[in-house]
């Protein structure tokens, strides 16, 4: 956890290679006029629940994301890796996931990109359906015991589907039992 450094954007030291990462992306991103948003571990830091993550997870729009894929496959010192690409240099990743629209509500500003507000970031996690998004949407609630109600009624109000919606129930259900077990 020597990386993790609270306080800092998305909670990373200033040396260490994934925040080196999001610099050169804000810099990529600058130049091609598109509107990156760091979700995943990263935003998961920022909102308070400090956990290890390798890579950085980029939200874009179908266009961005195209135009993002155009220049790294390009750029010197990029190569295509798994969901996204490998910085050589910083031997960091990049996973970029892609949306019809960016569908957030409001952005937190973070230098030097952007993180969803919290409920849109457990919106988006809701929608992964990954056991690891359910823990970090439990982990994130549990730093907002008193607030809880008002964070799902939020959240559920950014969930299109009657299916995503009661998903957010369930995990904010286990929760709040999570926390009423607790001495």
């Given at each position: 956890?020597?990386?993790?450094?609270?306080?800092?954007?998305?909670?990373?030291?200033?040396?260490?290679?994934?925040?080196?990462?999001?610099?050169?992306?804000?810099?990529?991103?600058?130049?091609?006029?598109?509107?990156?948003?760091?979700?995943?571990?990263?935003?998961?830091?920022?909102?308070?629940?400090?956990?290890?993550?390798?890579?950085?997870?980029?939200?874009?729009?179908k266009e961005d994301a195209a135009r993002l894929f155009r220049r790294l496959k390009e750029e010197?010192?990029?190569?295509?890796?798994?969901?996204?690409?490998?910085?050589?240099?910083?031997?960091?990743?990049?996973?970029?996931?892609?949306?019809?629209?960016?569908?957030?509500?409001?952005?937190?500003?973070?230098?030097?990109?952007?993180?969803?507000?919290?409920?849109?970031?457990?919106?988006?996690?809701?929608?992964?359906?990954?056991?690891?998004?359910?823990?970090?949407?439990?982990?994130?609630?549990?730093?907002?015991?008193?607030?809880?109600?008002?964070?799902?009624?939020?959240?559920?109000?950014?969930?299109?589907?009657?299916?995503?919606?009661?998903?957010?129930?369930?995990?904010?259900?286990?929760?709040?039992?999570?926390?009423?077990?607790?001495?």
């Amino acid at each position: 956890m020597e990386s993790i450094m609270p306080g800092k954007p998305y909670a990373l030291r200033p040396g260490d290679p994934k925040r080196k990462l999001v610099h050169e992306l804000a810099r990529i991103a600058r130049e091609l006029k598109i509107r990156p948003v760091v979700i995943g571990g990263l935003a998961v830091n920022h909102h308070g629940y400090l956990r290890v993550t390798v890579d950085v997870d980029l939200l874009l729009s179908k266009e961005d994301a195209a135009r993002l894929f155009r220049r790294l496959k390009e750029e010197l010192g990029w190569k295509r890796y798994g969901e996204g690409f490998r910085n050589l240099d910083l031997n960091a990743d990049v996973h970029i996931h892609v949306v019809d629209c960016l569908p957030l509500a409001r952005s937190i500003r973070v230098r030097p990109i952007p993180v969803p507000a919290l409920e849109d970031l457990l919106a988006l996690k809701v929608t992964s359906d990954l056991a690891k998004d359910d823990a970090d949407i439990a982990e994130l609630l549990k730093l907002r015991p008193v607030q809880i109600e008002s964070i799902h009624a939020a959240t559920r109000k950014r969930l299109r589907t009657k299916q995503a919606r009661l998903h957010l129930d369930r995990v904010v259900a286990r929760t709040k039992d999570e926390l009423a077990r607790r001495p």
